[in-house]
């Protein structure tokens, strides 16, 4: 280690690095103003091999990270698409007739209030289409109890409605 004090000395810098027996060293000097030296030799091997462990760490680190990243992604994607899933089901099932079918709500979603809206939507649509039949179905009793041909045509002069006296017609 007296070679490093040495070169340290030597140097303008009052830093030095020299080999010493197949091992690195540093050296750092600073004369104090009584005339003494303040000299600090450190060994650089040691903090190589410090390096090496903290790079395996940060590696095992960043590939925790990056897993736990896919982890939360594949969560939020999931919470995010599942509300959109149900809404394609439920609204296959509206065009195959069943205005029944209802999306199911998951409270605290961002699309609380889509669904919400959505629903009363297909009630409404659902009790407009009961009481169309229900007028139908009066429509059909009233002309069926008269005497008399009634035939409804629309604005093409398609029939669209005829009581049973008149088709005796």
Do not use: C
Not at 5 to 11: I, Y
């Amino acid at each position: 280690s007296s070679e490093a004090f040495k070169a340290s000395l030597d140097n303008d810098t009052g830093t030095a690095q020299v080999m010493i027996a197949g091992k690195q060293f540093v050296s750092a000097s600073a004369q104090l103003e009584d005339g003494g030296w303040l000299i600090g030799v450190s060994q650089l091997a040691p903090m190589k091999g410090y390096l090496d462990v903290v790079g395996q760490n940060l590696l095992l680190i960043l590939a925790i990270l990056f897993a736990g990243g896919i982890v939360v992604v594949f969560y939020l994607t999931n919470y995010i698409l599942e509300p959109l899933h149900d809404f394609t089901r439920t609204t296959a099932q509206l065009a195959a007739g069943d205005l029944s079918s209802k999306v199911k709500l998951n409270k605290h979603s961002e699309f609380e209030g889509l669904v919400e809206n959505f629903n009363l939507l297909m009630d409404q649509m659902d009790t407009m289409r009961i009481d169309s039949l229900g007028s139908q179905s009066q429509l059909e009793s009233i002309l069926g109890s008269m005497n008399s041909g009634v035939i409804a045509v629309d604005n093409n002069n398609k029939i669209i409605i005829f009581n049973p006296f008149a088709r005796k017609l």
